[in-house]
């Protein structure tokens, strides 16, 4: 039988075919990229977040499938009021969300897109869909969510509601210039295939970068009860309230202080090695990356719109970004005040000279865009391969 020409399978192709073109103009940078960090292809993807593709240029008034679970995504991260909403989000699984794209929704997607440094229109452009499509963390963004569990802007950076942070810690009473917190892995809770030893010297080096730049130290304990931050890996409902979804989508996430809890989902490829070494797999997520970050939450920082910064909410596949930036250090110090120690400037210097000749973090920026688009290419191509 011969296939007629379709319309909506020409559109489709024009679609494909203009993004390999904009791809194919992304300018290469002298910049230290992970291996394959450029060019990833997904294997696979969060499943509900995978067809967020489909809404590309949706827009206040659309009636699409799908929009309602978008609507569910933004109440779990802090953008559309709901009821049950938790400290840091919630998965909004037992929220009736239609399927209107209606004012609410509008105002969610400029929050989100201002959010996160993205071009602010209120429609789902594809740079916003790729945003959304990240791998991120699971706390809420500062978006205003209801009270109590409303967050506390201040510049870039941001804070929990309330400003918490550690008073003191099981290790010492706070009092002196440096404050003790310990910290202790799951017996029970771990992933096989990263050995104890790797995962140690990854969360001490995360530890460490935080303590570089405020007076409080960290320190190991083999008590996992009384510790003040306690570690492990989890998969799906793991009885905080806050389900992991396997592969991609949350990777981790972590309460404000003092609460302490540290959960990683163990659904990820986790990779423990210097610059993925021996780490075969395309999404493969970084250890140290996503430790140095859910800490920063532990201490008590929110998610910051600064794209550079280790509190930035998502983290592509195969890419390492564990170097506390000024917009971290500066959210950080104000709660805790500076390590003597700390040479500010020097970070500061050391930045601007990155910026200025376009290495450091903007290639690590720029791979995450890339890989954000190749994964929006790869969901396109699938739409494509259905249509024809």
Aim: charged share 20%; proline share 4%; net charge neutral.
């Amino acid at each position: 039988m011969i296939r007629f020409f379709s319309y909506s399978r020409f559109t489709t192709f024009l679609l494909l075919c203009s993004s390999l073109l904009y791809l194919s103009r992304l300018p290469l940078l002298p910049a230290r990229i992970i291996p394959d960090a450029v060019t990833v292809i997904p294997e696979t993807q969060n499943a509900t977040w995978h067809n967020f593709v489909r809404l590309i240029d949706a827009g206040k008034g659309s009636q699409l499938s799908g929009v309602a679970d978008l609507k569910r995504y933004f109440h779990r991260f802090g953008y559309l009021e709901g009821t049950n909403f938790s400290s840091f989000g919630s998965s909004g699984s037992n929220l009736n969300f239609s399927d209107l794209f209606d004012g609410q929704l509008e105002s969610a997607v400029l929050s989100y897109q201002r959010n996160l440094g993205l071009t602010v229109t209120g429609k789902l452009d594809s740079a916003t869909v790729s945003a959304i499509m990240s791998p991120r963390c699971g706390v809420a963004d500062s978006a205003s969510p209801p009270s109590p569990s409303k967050l506390h802007a201040t510049k870039r950076f941001a804070y929990f509601y309330g400003r918490p942070r550690w008073q003191r810690g099981s290790d010492g009473d706070g009092d002196g210039e440096t404050m003790t917190l310990t910290y202790a892995f799951s017996p029970d809770h771990r992933v096989g295939y990263l050995s104890a030893k790797d995962v140690r010297r990854v969360f001490r080096r995360a530890f460490d970068r935080w303590s570089a730049a405020i007076p409080v130290s960290f320190r190991e304990s083999e008590e996992y009860g009384s510790a003040d931050i306690k570690i492990g890996w989890y998969r799906g409902d793991h009885g905080d309230g806050e389900a992991f979804d396997g592969v991609l989508g949350v990777l981790a996430h972590a309460f404000s202080p003092e609460n302490g809890r540290l959960h990683l989902d163990a659904a990820e490829t986790w990779a423990a090695a210097d610059d993925f070494d021996g780490v075969t797999s395309r999404v493969a997520v970084d250890l140290e990356s996503v430790a140095t970050h859910e800490i920063g939450h532990v201490l008590g920082l929110a998610h910051s719109s600064v794209k550079e910064a280790v509190m930035y909410p998502s983290l592509s596949p195969r890419m390492k970004k564990v170097e506390l930036k000024v917009d971290d250090v500066e959210g950080i110090q104000a709660l805790y005040g500076s390590n003597p120690n700390f040479k500010f400037n020097s970070l500061l210097a050391s930045e601007n000279s990155s910026n200025s000749h376009g290495v450091g973090m903007t290639g690590v920026r720029r791979s995450s865009a890339a890989w954000n688009h190749f994964a929006l290419l790869v969901c396109l191509s699938g739409m494509l391969l259905s249509c024809i």
